[in-house]
Structure formats: C-alpha cells, structure tokens
C-alpha cells in the first residue's frame, strides 16, 4: 500500500474555529490532492499541488486554503469552520499528473464534525 | 462543464454477474478509470481505459466506448466482499485533477 497517513482519523470541532488536517506521503510523489466526501456528491476536488509551494483549487475550494512546504506534506485549513463542512476527508498522491492515467492511491480518510 | 452519470445502487446475488455504467460529457476525452470503495474505506484504484474496448483484470473488466461516451465496469462470479461503492472517474480538460461520478452502491446478496 501507498504510504499516506492522514492526521487527524477524526475531529468534531465548533464553528469558527480553525481546524487543520494533515496528509503525509513517503512515497515522494509529485501529485498531492484533497477531497471531500459527502453522501450524493461521490468525491470533490477541493485543492491539489503539482509540487512544493505549487497549488490549485479544485471545484469546491471556497472555505478552504492549502500549504505544501515539504514533498511529503500537504496541508489543509479550514480558516473558520462552518457546519458545511462537516465531511471526511481523504487525500490523494499521486506519481505523476494526468490522473486520468495515472492512479492516484488515497489515504484512510478524516471524518470532520463542525457543530 | 464536465460531468459523469452513474446508476445510485446496484443489487446482485453472490455467483452472478453485474454491469455497472458510467455516461460522461467532457471538455476532451483522457480515458476512464475506475475506483472501489468500501464503507467506511478509502477509494481504491481498480482500472483505466484509454482506448476503445474491454480491459481485463481478474475477475473485474471494463469497458470504453469513446464514440458514445460511455464506459461500464463488469464484474464477474460476484462475491459478498464485492459489496461496496464504485466510481468512475476521468481528468478534467488540461488539468491533472481527476473528477469522479457520484458512484454506484453495489450490494451482493447471498
């Protein structure tokens, strides 16, 4: 299996707090990317990095802001949580772009609660 | 824009064979993958089709048909681990982001 581990597996949080999850990779791929996951909307890009400082917003990126300082660390912040967020959350990596071709392996998920 | 249909749930009993479909409109075609997911699980990558026709991997093919748009995955002698949530999913225009369906539940039955 592709080494990703994100941190936290779980949170619940109040709205207007910040919160930040983790993705960390040891698999120095080039490609990290964000997700969210909600019943009847399958997977949405929110951010992606083509490498270190390079990032872009996804389809649902408002609410949301990226870092990545290190290759093997991608960083989400949600500035000032809001019910709406409330969501797991799974990060990507992957070798190379195109991910149409190429695979992109997924970490176990981080199930975010904002009350 | 870009988008993929998929059927929401899928049921088949444990031995039999199942079809789930995937219909796409896209800004440029990069071929279409295919990902399992299991409840509670994370997205795992199953296939990908460039080219027309039938791409074979065990028990699971799939199937693409750029002229209409269409791809489907089969999978056969279905077991109860089969159970599970698949998505079809292909790269936005010109970009390295991936977009997905919204996923078909398949629930195998004994």
């Known amino acids: 299996d592709a080494g990703i581990t994100q941190s936290p597996r779980h949170k619940v949080t109040e709205t207007g707090t910040p919160v930040t999850l983790r993705c960390h990779q040891t698999?120095?791929?080039?490609?990290m990317y964000w997700y969210r996951q909600d019943p009847g909307h399958g997977l949405r890009l929110i951010h992606y990095s083509y490498g270190v400082k390079d990032t872009d917003k996804g389809e649902v990126s408002d609410g949301y802001s990226v870092s990545r300082s290190k290759t093997e660390d991608f960083l989400l912040t949600l500035e000032s949580a809001t019910s709406s967020q409330t969501s797991v959350y799974f990060c990507?990596?992957?070798?190379?772009?195109?991910?149409?071709?190429?695979?992109?392996?997924f970490g176990d998920g981080t199930r975010l609660s904002i009350l | 824009g870009q988008s993929l249909e998929q059927p929401s749930e899928v049921t088949a009993v444990e031995g039999a064979i199942v079809q789930i479909n995937c219909t796409y409109q896209?800004?440029?075609?990069?071929?279409l993958s295919w990902y399992q997911q299991h409840d509670g699980g994370a997205p795992t990558f199953l296939s990908y089709?460039?080219?027309?026709g039938l791409e074979e991997t065990g028990r699971f093919s799939s199937f693409l048909s750029r002229s209409d748009s269409y791809g489907y995955l089969l999978l056969q002698e279905l077991q109860m681990k089969d159970s599970a949530s698949y998505f079809c999913a292909t790269r936005s225009y010109n970009t390295d982001k991936l977009i997905f369906g919204t996923g078909t539940r398949l629930q195998v039955f004994p």
């Open positions: 698999e120095n791929h080039r490609y």
């Open positions: 089709n460039a080219l027309d």
């Open positions: 896209t800004s440029g075609f990069y071929g």
């Open positions: 990507a990596i992957s070798e190379h772009g195109q991910g149409g071709s190429q695979p992109q392996h």
